[in-house]
């Protein structure tokens, strides 16, 4: 029988016996099965199940390095970091995220529902499939756990509390290098395809106006304790169905800038939008499809401040956060950082370390390097253009003069 008091990396066997002798969920003639099915970068991520009830559960478990690289040491603490920010989410926006049943401090794993009757978003979008309740679902989400776990809602000491038990370095870290540094100059571990290289370096790594914008940008992100953010909010790390939507994956989380998020969001989905332009055969499937996506993202936008602003009226508690103009002034800074980092999202995607499957799985090189080109203009032009896209329409126009430019 193995000893779960001291922390190994599990395999599938050690997971059933785990199961078996660590959780009250299942029967004791139970008739386990276990499928590792973790395809992320960090972690391994079990399914296990009792055949003869149909139950199952998702065992978690967070390793001391990366998945992607064995080079990326990261605290494992990431894993109570997540269970306990699924917790509050779970409270927050009911219904939006996965339920926690354990976590496991020695064996740095958590147990949680198991979603299997949804499917990760951004596989459902490469096979082009909609789901016209997902801007409604993500808006709510989005609006109450940033929002409410802000300033201008919660005590302020009991916020401070809360930005101490959620310092999460080294994977602040992690962002901070993928995402604010490595992208921008021909760091070694960069990945970059190679048609792509020769406009990279012209058009982003020698643009000193673009380089002191993230620099700009970085520093915000490394000092701005705004709200708990998810902190890594792509269509990998969302389960959907037709009438559901469910976060999972927050052990990125930490108070940070509440645009970041939602930034997220948006660079994944047009991910998925440029897919679709490259991918898809013309006609009216592919025009729905376009449609969609483009009216997904712009009712993202333009729903998130409907309800933040109603939020706002009904929660906000500081005296100072009521006077007259000061809610458009918090939500435009918010608006400002969702367009930065949707930008960003798209150059790191392209250009570092991690990549997405959206844009890698185009089989077509030339295409591929043509979506490519596609995400740095965007993103370039989300980042230094951030203070003028308040509205979705701007995302909009911008989306169709960057296909109309190549």
Same mark, same amino acid.
């Given at each position: ?29 139970? +008739?386990? &099965? ?7 970068? /960090?972690?391994?991520? $079990?399914?296990? #199940? *009792? ?99 802000? +300033?201008? &809602? ?7 509390? /809360?930005?101490?038990? $959620?310092?999460? #370095? *080294? ?7 993928l995402v604010y540094t490595e992208p921008f100059y021909d760091c070694p571990r960069n ?216």
């Amino acid at each position: 029988m193995r000893d779960f008091s001291t922390y190994f990396t599990m395999k599938e066997s050690d997971v059933i016996a785990y199961a078996a002798t660590q959780l009250d969920i299942f029967d004791q003639d139970a +008739d386990l &099965v276990c499928t590792e099915i973790g395809d992320g970068n /960090l972690n391994f991520v $079990f399914r296990i #199940q *009792d055949k003869k009830s149909g139950k199952s559960v998702i065992v978690k478990q967070a390793g001391p390095v990366a998945r992607i690289s064995s080079d990326i040491v990261v605290s494992t603490d990431r894993n109570r970091i997540e269970s306990e920010i699924l917790a509050i989410q779970y409270q927050l926006a009911p219904g939006s995220v996965p339920q926690i049943y354990k976590f496991d401090s020695a064996m740095n794993c958590c147990v949680m529902e198991d979603l299997s009757d949804h499917v990760i978003m951004r596989k459902a979008l490469m096979e082009h499939k909609q789901f016209p309740l997902f801007a409604d679902h993500i808006t709510t989400f989005l609006a109450r756990t940033l929002l409410l776990t802000s +300033d201008v &809602v919660m005590n302020h000491k009991e916020k401070k509390d /809360l930005v101490k038990r $959620f310092i999460n #370095q *080294d994977l602040c870290e992690i962002t901070e290098d993928l995402v604010y540094t490595e992208p921008f100059y021909d760091c070694p571990r960069n990945d970059v395809f190679g048609p792509t290289r020769a406009f990279a370096e012209e058009h982003l790594w020698k643009d000193e106006a673009l380089l002191l914008e993230t620099a700009k940008l970085k520093f915000e992100f490394m000092t701005n304790a705004q709200s708990l953010i998810h902190g890594d909010l792509h269509t990998g790390s969302i389960f959907i169905k037709e009438d559901s939507t469910k976060i999972f994956d927050p052990e990125f989380a930490f108070y940070g800038p509440a645009g970041y998020d939602i930034g997220n969001v948006i660079a994944n989905l047009i991910f998925a939008y440029i897919n679709a332009e490259m991918t898809m055969e013309a006609g009216v499937a592919k025009e729905k499809h376009i449609a969609w996506l483009l009216e997904t993202i712009q009712s993202i936008i333009d729903l998130f401040q409907d309800k933040w602003n109603k939020l706002w009226d009904e929660k906000a508690a500081d005296r100072v956060a009521r006077y007259e103009g000061f809610k458009s002034f918090y939500l435009g800074n918010i608006l400002k950082d969702t367009a930065a980092v949707a930008g960003l999202e798209m150059i790191r995607r392209t250009l570092g370390l991690a990549h997405v499957k959206d844009i890698t799985s185009i089989a077509d090189e030339a295409k591929r390097a043509e979506a490519e080109k596609f995400c740095l203009i965007v993103g370039k032009r989300f980042i230094m253009e951030r203070e003028q896209l308040t509205t979705g329409t701007k995302y909009v126009e911008i989306l169709q003069a960057g296909v109309q430019h190549d």
